[in-house]
C-alpha cells in the first residue's frame, strides 16, 4: 500500500532532490507536463536580461565577437553532445526540428542515392511523417504502429535492400513506448540503411549514446525535457564520418566556409556548422544555455532511475486509488519499455485534463483519448505523483466532463 508517508520519504532520501532549487515553478502547481514545455530555469532571466543589457544593449553589434554569439550554435551543440553521447563538433544548435529533419533526411538519402525509400513509424509525430512526404526526392513507406511492448510490429518484414532511411523517435510522444537504440540502428545498418533517430522525448531523461550506437544522423527539441523555452531552438547531430561526404539542402550564408567573405558561390564548412542556415536567435539561443544549465553535474543514469520509479508509482497509485474508473493504460506496462511519461486513455480525457488543471495538476492531452503526464525527474517529487492520483481520482468521483467549461476546446491541447 502507497502512502503519502512513503512519497514523502522517498523524496528526503532522493539523490537529485536539490535540482528543484534550479527552477523557478508557481508555488503549489504541480507540472506534469515537461514533456511538452520544460519549466523555467531559475537562472534563465538574469541570463537573459544580461544579454539584453549588456550584450546588445552596450555591446551592440561587437558582441557577434566579443560576447560569443557566433559560436553559440556549436557551443550549445556540444553541450547538448555531453547529454546524448555525442563527441564534440557533431552537434549543432539551430531551426527547429522539423527543419532539421528536412536536412537530415535529404543528407542521408544522398549516403545512398541508388535507394528512394524512407520508412517511418505511422504514429510518430506528424511533422516527422510531414516533413518526409516533403522531401520530394524520396517514396514514403510507414510502420504499423508502435506496440505497447516497445517494440515496432514489421519493422522487420519492412527492412531489406531498397530502404536508404528509417526515420524514428526513440520515445513515442503519445505511449512513451520506447525503442531499443542500439538494437534498432543495428537492424537498420545490417540492411544498408541511414538511420535518422528523433530524440525530442528522450533526451534529458534516458542516457543516450548516439556515438557508441553508430547513429547516422539525430535531431530533437530543447524546449521539452532540455527545458529552454517555447520556441527555443533545436538541434542536429550528424557523425563525423557524414560530415564530408554530404551536404544539406539549406545552404544559406551561416553554413559557407567563411560567411563573411562574402563570396558569391556557396563552398560549405568542413565541420557541423554547414548544417546551419541564416543567422540564430540570440535571446532564445541563450535560453538554450539557461537549459542545458539545469542538467550541469548531473547523473544520467540517476536521472533515469528516477524516472521510473516516479512513472511506476504512478501507475501503481492509478491501480490503488482510481481502479473503479473508466480509464486504461495506453503506456507500456513494463516502465523500462517507457520514456518519462506515462499516457492513460480515457473516454473523458479531454474534459478530465482541463478540471485537473484548474486544481493545479498540469498534464496535456492528445487525441485520440489520451490523458498524458510526463516526469522530469529534475524538478517533479514523489509526493506531486501523490497528490496528482488524488487529483484524477476527485474528477472522477466528481464525473467533471458533465461541466460544460471543461469540454470546450482550446488552440493547443
Ligand atoms: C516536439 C516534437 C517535434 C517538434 O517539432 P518542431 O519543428 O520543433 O516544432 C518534432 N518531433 C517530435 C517527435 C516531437 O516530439
Keep these: 500500500m502507497l502512502t503519502l508517508e512513503v512519497c514523502r520519504s522517498l523524496d528526503q532520501c532522493d539523490p537529485l532532490r536539490e535540482c528543484r532549487r534550479r527552477f523557478s515553478l508557481p508555488d503549489g502547481l504541480i507540472y506534469l507536463d515537461g514533456n511538452s514545455l520544460g519549466a523555467l530555469p531559475a537562472a534563465a532571466a538574469g541570463m537573459l536580461h544580461d544579454t539584453v543589457e549588456e550584450e546588445w544593449g552596450q555591446g551592440l553589434i561587437s558582441s557577434w565577437n566579443d560576447a560569443g554569439w557566433f559560436d553559440l550554435p556549436v557551443a550549445l551543440g556540444d553541450a547538448?553532445?555531453?547529454?546524448?553521447?555525442?563527441?564534440?563538433?557533431?552537434?549543432?544548435?539551430?531551426?527547429?526540428?522539423?527543419?532539421?529533419?528536412?536536412k537530415a533526411v535529404h543528407a542521408a538519402l544522398q549516403l545512398r542515392p541508388d535507394r528512394h525509400t524512407v520508412v517511418a513509424e505511422g504514429n510518430n509525430f506528424p511533422t516527422d511523417l510531414y516533413i518526409i512526404e516533403g522531401v520530394k526526392s524520396s517514396s514514403k513507406r510507414e510502420l504499423v504502429p508502435r506496440l505497447t511492448d516497445g517494440t515496432l510490429r514489421g519493422l522487420d518484414e519492412c527492412l531489406d535492400q531498397s530502404v536508404a532511411v528509417v526515420v524514428l523517435s526513440q520515445v513515442n510522444f503519445q505511449t512513451g513506448a520506447m525503442l531499443d537504440l542500439e538494437r534498432v540502428t543495428r537492424a537498420c545498418h545490417d540492411v544498408g540503411a541511414v538511420v535518422v533517430w528523433d530524440l525530442c522525448h528522450s533526451a534529458g531523461v534516458i542516457p543516450i549514446a548516439l556515438d557508441d550506437c553508430l547513429v547516422d544522423f539525430a535531431v530533437g527539441c530543447t524546449y521539452k525535457f532540455l527545458n529552454s523555452g517555447p520556441g527555443a531552438p533545436a538541434y542536429i547531430y550528424v557523425?563525423?564520418?557524414?560530415?564530408?561526404?554530404?551536404?544539406?539542402?539549406?545552404s544559406?550564408?551561416?553554413?559557407?566556409?567563411?560567411?563573411?567573405?562574402?563570396?558569391?558561390?556557396?563552398?560549405?564548412?568542413?565541420g557541423i556548422r554547414r548544417y546551419l542556415c541564416g543567422t540564430q536567435p540570440v535571446l532564445s539561443m541563450q535560453a538554450v544555455h539557461a537549459g542545458i544549465g539545469t542538467y550541469c553535474g548531473v547523473d544520467m543514469d540517476q536521472v533515469r532511475e528516477k524516472s521510473i520509479a516516479l512513472g511506476e508509482m504512478f501507475v501503481n497509485l492509478m491501480g490503488q486509488e482510481c481502479q473503479q474508473f473508466d480509464w486504461t493504460l495506453a503506456s507500456p506496462d513494463n516502465s523500462r519499455l517507457r520514456g518519462s511519461q506515462v499516457s492513460?486513455?480515457?473516454?473523458?480525457?479531454?474534459?478530465?485534463?482541463?478540471?485537473?488543471?484548474?486544481?493545479?495538476?498540469?498534464?496535456?492531452?492528445?487525441?485520440?483519448?489520451?490523458?498524458?503526464?510526463?516526469?522530469?525527474?529534475?524538478?517533479?517529487?514523489?509526493?506531486?505523483?501523490?497528490?496528482?492520483?488524488?487529483?484524477?481520482?476527485?474528477?472522477?468521483?466528481?464525473k467533471v466532463w458533465l461541466q460544460e467549461e471543461y469540454l470546450r476546446r482550446k488552440t493547443v491541447t
Excluded at 86 to 91: F, K, L, V
Excluded at 239 to 250: E, W
Excluded at 257 to 269: G, I, S
Excluded at 349 to 369: C, H, K, N, S, T
Design 80 to 102: 547538448i553532445g555531453e547529454l546524448i553521447g555525442a563527441g564534440s563538433g557533431q552537434t549543432v544548435v539551430c531551426d527547429s526540428v522539423s527543419t532539421n529533419l528536412f
Design 239 to 250: 557523425a563525423d564520418r557524414h560530415l564530408l561526404t554530404v551536404s544539406q539542402p539549406l
Design 252 to 270: 544559406g550564408w551561416w553554413g559557407h566556409v567563411d560567411p563573411f567573405a562574402f563570396e558569391l558561390r556557396y563552398r560549405p564548412n568542413s
Design 344 to 398: 492513460f486513455r480515457c473516454k473523458h480525457g479531454y474534459a478530465m485534463i482541463q478540471a485537473l488543471i484548474d486544481r493545479g495538476v498540469v498534464g496535456d492531452y492528445r487525441e485520440p483519448g489520451i490523458m498524458r503526464f510526463g516526469f522530469s525527474p529534475l524538478y517533479v517529487r514523489y509526493v506531486d505523483i501523490w497528490e496528482a492520483v488524488q487529483a484524477i481520482r476527485a474528477c472522477f468521483q466528481e
